[in-house]
């Protein structure tokens, strides 16, 4: 089974730019999570997505958004970029099982977004 | 705030055991999962624990206590290639981690 892709896995954007970051999760995973990861914040929850709704937010601005299609797959975009912006996003799918008992998170590679 | 603290470094020999412990300040906490990573690459899901007590997966156990906000991961006869950051997490019912640890670099050494 493959695992999660991303694209693309290295991207570079100077600051006013907008960008936009794709996450295509295993097959039959219909739960996507994107987070950041800078060695100054770690790692940090940006949101969550199941069958295309938003159901967690962490707290970023909202420069930072993200939707995710009938198929699962999920984007994020963060608008008016700024240095700070320059990070690891990461995203991370789950089946999301029907009963209460928590589920793996499988990451991908992530893509390393440079603002200069 | 909310918050996981966890030591930023830990180092050990081959074959030892070593523990990792989290402390944790959260609202809306419904477990606590750990995660590998090695440089460059991806965190790997290690384990999660909802309930209190331990969680064993061949050589790496978890441990959570809610009463005393507080969990640890135990790595059993290390292996060079467990040196790697490990981070504890707390996530909500469905798994997901929503708040992370800075992270342990556990180095490993012959």
């Known amino acids: 089974k493959a695992g999660v892709t991303q694209t693309p896995r290295y991207l570079i954007k100077t600051r006013g730019q907008q960008v936009t970051l794709s996450c295509s999760p295993i097959?039959?995973?219909?739960?996507v999570s994107w987070y950041q990861q800078t060695p100054g914040q770690g790692l940090q929850f940006l949101f969550e997505?199941?069958?295309?709704?938003?159901?967690n937010k962490g707290n970023f601005p909202g420069r930072f958004s993200g939707r995710q299609f009938s198929n699962s797959r999920s984007e994020m975009n963060v608008s008016t970029l700024e240095l700070g912006d320059s990070a690891l996003y990461l995203c991370?799918?789950?089946?999301?099982?029907?009963?209460?008992?928590?589920?793996?998170?499988?990451f991908g590679p992530g893509t390393r977004l440079t603002v200069l | 705030g909310q918050s996981l603290e966890q030591p930023s470094e830990v180092t050990a020999v081959e074959g030892a055991i070593v523990q990792i412990n989290c402390t944790y300040q959260?609202?809306?906490?419904?477990?606590l999962s750990w995660y590998q990573q090695h440089d460059g690459g991806a965190p790997t899901f290690l384990s999660y624990?909802?309930?209190?007590g331990l969680e064993e997966t061949g050589r790496f156990s978890s441990f959570l206590s809610r009463s005393d906000s507080y969990g640890y991961l135990l790595l059993q006869e290390l292996q060079m290639k467990d040196s790697a950051s490990y981070f504890c997490a707390a996530s909500n019912q469905a798994g997901t981690a929503l708040i992370f640890g800075k992270g342990t670099t556990l180095s490993v050494s012959s």
């Open positions: 997505y199941f069958s295309e709704t938003q159901r």
């Open positions: 991370a799918s789950s089946v999301l099982p029907s009963g209460s008992s928590a589920d793996t998170q499988y």
């Open positions: 097959s039959g995973h219909r739960s």
């Open positions: 959260t609202s809306g906490f419904y477990g």
């Open positions: 624990n909802a309930l209190d």
